[in-house]
């Protein structure tokens, strides 16, 4: 176990270690951390512990790989990190804002405008087509949808053929190419992307790792990535590994071979 590295990752400035080179001026208070954060399911004797004491940074304009035995608790980190759930104990800071701290109305509006997630089982809108699930972020902003970015995004990851198909009528790998296009079509600042690559075709997955890369290379964008797979996570800045709601270990400048080593020494669950 590398503590040292832990620290670096720790570092409550979240641009000082890594951010720097992307982003500029405004990474400093970009991207995400977290402080001592538990998250308890249930209660009694069937009270599970998902996350237990998790103080991570998520620097800004950097992409993190979030990596760990099924049941570690990276959804549920996720979650929390994006405001989707609240934490039993511990905070969290996007962008330097205390999420603890807001109210209902500006924590929803905070999520609208800064934060794309893509869910592990996608929660695209049924009844609406594939184009209208893309657009829902942009509607419910009242905004009106960047054409370009709306045309790169979809012809990066293939859909251009079934904008017009509702969720049923699509692949897994198509419903979960929507949730990502969904999630980057507002070009938030920060990308939760559980899995995204879990049920696509290497060529396809290559793609939208490369798309993630772009966006942070390119856009300063910071995005968090929970995967199984090895050869994603080396897209990554650093991976963070967890195991029984806690952090393990964190990687920098991961490559597959060492992702790989170290995963099995989690006790496998690749
Ligand atoms: N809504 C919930 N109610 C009760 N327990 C939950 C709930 N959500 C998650 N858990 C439990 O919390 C723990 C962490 O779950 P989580 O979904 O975060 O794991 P994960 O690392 O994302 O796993 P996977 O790789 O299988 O997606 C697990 O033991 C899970 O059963
Ligand atoms: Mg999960």
């Known amino acids: 176990m590398t503590k040292s590295r832990g620290n670096d990752v720790e570092a409550p400035p979240a641009g000082s270690a890594a ?5 500029g001026g405004g990474a400093a208070e970009g991207g995400a951390r977290t402080e001592r954060l538990t998250k308890v399911y249930g ?8 996350l237990d004491g998790v103080t991570v940074t998520l620097p800004g304009g950097r992409f993190t790989a979030i990596m760990g035995p099924s049941g570690a608790g990276k959804s549920t980190l996720m ?6 759930d609240a934490p039993t104990s511990g905070r969290v800071f996007v962008g330097g804002v205390d999420l603890g701290g807001l109210p209902d109305a500006k924590l929803t509006r905070l999520r609208r405008e800064r934060i794309g997630f893509v869910f592990q089982a996608f929660n695209l809108l049924p009844t609406l087509t594939a184009r209208d699930n893309i657009l ?3 509607t419910l ?6 054409r370009e970015w709306f045309d790169t995004v979809v ?3 293939g859909l251009g ?12 790998g198509q419903q979960q ?3 990502l296009a969904r999630a980057l079509i507002t070009r938030p600042e920060i990308v939760f992307a559980d899995e995204p690559t879990g049920n696509l075709d290497s060529r396809t997955g290559t793609e939208v790792l490369a798309l993630l890369r772009g966006s942070v290379d390119d856009l300063g964008q910071t995005v968090a990535m929970v995967t199984h797979d090895p050869a994603a996570a080396a897209h990554a800045d650093a991976v963070v590994f967890l195991a029984d709601g806690k952090i393990v270990d964190i990687m920098d400048a991961p490559t597959q071979d060492r992702v790989l080593d170290r995963m099995r020494g989690l006790g496998g669950a690749a």
């Open 141 to 146: 902003a009242g905004a009106a949808p960047d």
């Open 155 to 157: 012809r990066t990851l």
């Open 79 to 84: 979650h929390c990190v994006a405001g989707l």
């Open 136 to 138: 829902l972020p942009t």
């Open 19 to 23: 951010g720097a080179g992307g982003a």
């Open 161 to 172: 053929e079934r904008l017009g198909h509702r969720p049923g009528q699509l692949s897994g």
């Open 43 to 50: 209660t009694g004797s069937t009270a599970v512990r998902a």
């Open 177 to 179: 190419r929507v949730a």
